[in-house]
């Protein structure tokens, strides 16, 4: 039996068996002089940072030794899931260090937003999470819009100290970091990596310059988020990669509708309403008779309403139903990693389903 081979590049245990853990490094790479672990290689090599999800109490044991540093936080939200993305309890783990928030994916959301009412509701429902942040910022990762600001910003924040980067898994932390960089002329060439000191779970260390660095931190993983209930092939289509163009619904009451297999929402009471309906533009909606749903469901689940695929309808929950009175206009049916429903009138009363273990809440409308 051979003792525990660590990383060189982020100190993780090496092993050869599931790719998709930390430390992973195919048979091959064992009989070199210097062993790194995939991600490690990737980066290094192909300037390429890769997620590894981390369970919870790992992830917050080892965000806890920033509270004992010096630096600025940066926190990656998924501005189409805010509430499936944000960290609650960060301001906890980050002692007095100042936090920038950063709604990432701001390409998908519908042009008719006013970015202004966007960074105001991050800002207060980031603060409603306990988490008073320095600044907000909106970028696309993807499409390189907002990153030059934002590194001004990381600039002036950091008053020359480090920087870390947090978020969840999915939330695009390492194109953000990929782009960051290449965007910063000049480090392109110089990443290294090296482990924090303290922990053997891989913070991936990125000098900025002769004294500090930017630190990325494996990405958290929050069990009521709609991806850890969806396969990879399901999750490409739930989530949005370009412009989400709304769908309008006229219901009267007793109407249902069904999101591919994945959520439903029942309009139970209320006037005729409209219901808009934001979400990846390659699922489709479906229209039913509410007494007619729960058959609809059972018989056609993962065919007509889809997703899930066939394959993986069985990893999927149960729908359990939520039951919300809306009383105000202009207020948005949130589900948790999949998108929204604006209704425009309150005075209505609704039943959204959702897999057990997913998040339903409402919010003010941000449209």
Same mark, same amino acid.
């Given at each position: 039996m051979m003792g525990e081979i660590q990383c060189q590049g982020c100190g993780a245990v090496i092993q050869t068996t599931n @790719?998709?853990?930390a430390g992973y490094a195919p048979a091959s790479a064992l009989e070199r002089e210097d062993i790194i672990c995939k991600r490690c290689f990737r980066l290094k090599h192909y300037n390429e940072v890769q997620d590894v999800p981390f369970q919870d109490d790992d992830f917050l044991e080892m965000l806890n030794q920033i509270s004992d540093t010096k630096g600025l936080v940066v926190q990656l939200v998924d501005i189409f899931d805010f509430n499936g993305s944000f960290i609650s309890g960060l301001k906890r783990l980050t002692g007095n260090n100042p936090v920038i928030l950063v709604g990432n994916k701001m390409d998908v959301l519908p042009k008719s937003v006013n970015h202004g009412k966007v960074k105001h509701w991050l800002k207060r429902s980031a603060k409603e999470n306990g988490l008073e942040v320095e600044d907000v910022y909106l970028i696309s990762a993807e499409k390189n819009q907002g990153i030059q600001q934002l590194s001004q910003a990381i600039e002036q924040y950091r008053e020359g100290?480090?920087?870390?980067?947090?978020?969840?898994?999915?939330?695009? +932390?390492?194109? $953000?970091?990929?782009? !960051?960089? =290449?965007?910063?002329?000049?480090? +392109? &060439?110089?990443?290294?990596?090296?482990? $924090?000191?303290?922990?053997?779970?891989? %913070?991936? &260390?990125? @000098?900025?310059?002769?004294?500090?660095? !930017?630190?990325?931190? #494996? *990405?958290?993983?929050? /069990?009521h988020q709609m991806a850890h209930y969806v396969s990879d092939k399901d999750l490409k289509l739930i989530t949005p990669r370009k412009e989400v163009k709304p769908k309008v619904y006229q219901l009267n009451e007793e109407q249902t509708l069904?999101?591919?297999?994945?959520? /439903? !929402?029942? %309009?139970?009471?209320g006037e005729r309403s409209s219901f808009v309906c934001h979400f990846s533009n390659e699922l489709n909606i479906h229209r039913t008779k509410l007494e007619k749903a729960d058959e609809l469901y059972e018989n056609h689940l993962g065919e007509l309403l889809s997703p899930p695929d066939p394959d993986t309808m069985t990893k999927l929950p149960p729908l359990k139903g939520h039951t919300l009175k809306i009383k105000e206009d +202009?207020? &948005?049916?949130?589900? =948790?990693?999949? *998108?929204?429903?604006?209704? @425009?009138?309150?005075?209505?009363?609704?039943?959204?389903?959702? #897999?057990?273990?997913?998040?339903?809440?409402l919010r003010e409308s941000l449209i």
């Amino acid at each position: 039996m051979m003792g525990e081979i660590q990383c060189q590049g982020c100190g993780a245990v090496i092993q050869t068996t599931n @790719p998709e853990e930390a430390g992973y490094a195919p048979a091959s790479a064992l009989e070199r002089e210097d062993i790194i672990c995939k991600r490690c290689f990737r980066l290094k090599h192909y300037n390429e940072v890769q997620d590894v999800p981390f369970q919870d109490d790992d992830f917050l044991e080892m965000l806890n030794q920033i509270s004992d540093t010096k630096g600025l936080v940066v926190q990656l939200v998924d501005i189409f899931d805010f509430n499936g993305s944000f960290i609650s309890g960060l301001k906890r783990l980050t002692g007095n260090n100042p936090v920038i928030l950063v709604g990432n994916k701001m390409d998908v959301l519908p042009k008719s937003v006013n970015h202004g009412k966007v960074k105001h509701w991050l800002k207060r429902s980031a603060k409603e999470n306990g988490l008073e942040v320095e600044d907000v910022y909106l970028i696309s990762a993807e499409k390189n819009q907002g990153i030059q600001q934002l590194s001004q910003a990381i600039e002036q924040y950091r008053e020359g100290g480090d920087v870390y980067v947090v978020g969840t898994t999915n939330v695009g +932390k390492s194109t $953000f970091i990929n782009t !960051l960089i =290449s965007n910063t002329s000049g480090v +392109k &060439d110089a990443i290294t990596t090296s482990y $924090f000191p303290g922990t053997t779970l891989g %913070f991936i &260390d990125i @000098p900025l310059d002769e004294t500090s660095s !930017l630190y990325d931190t #494996p *990405g958290v993983i929050q /069990r009521h988020q709609m991806a850890h209930y969806v396969s990879d092939k399901d999750l490409k289509l739930i989530t949005p990669r370009k412009e989400v163009k709304p769908k309008v619904y006229q219901l009267n009451e007793e109407q249902t509708l069904f999101v591919g297999g994945l959520a /439903r !929402l029942d %309009f139970e009471t209320g006037e005729r309403s409209s219901f808009v309906c934001h979400f990846s533009n390659e699922l489709n909606i479906h229209r039913t008779k509410l007494e007619k749903a729960d058959e609809l469901y059972e018989n056609h689940l993962g065919e007509l309403l889809s997703p899930p695929d066939p394959d993986t309808m069985t990893k999927l929950p149960p729908l359990k139903g939520h039951t919300l009175k809306i009383k105000e206009d +202009k207020t &948005d049916i949130v589900f =948790s990693g999949l *998108g929204w429903v604006t209704v @425009p009138e309150g005075g209505i009363t609704v039943t959204a389903h959702v #897999p057990e273990g997913v998040k339903v809440s409402l919010r003010e409308s941000l449209i």
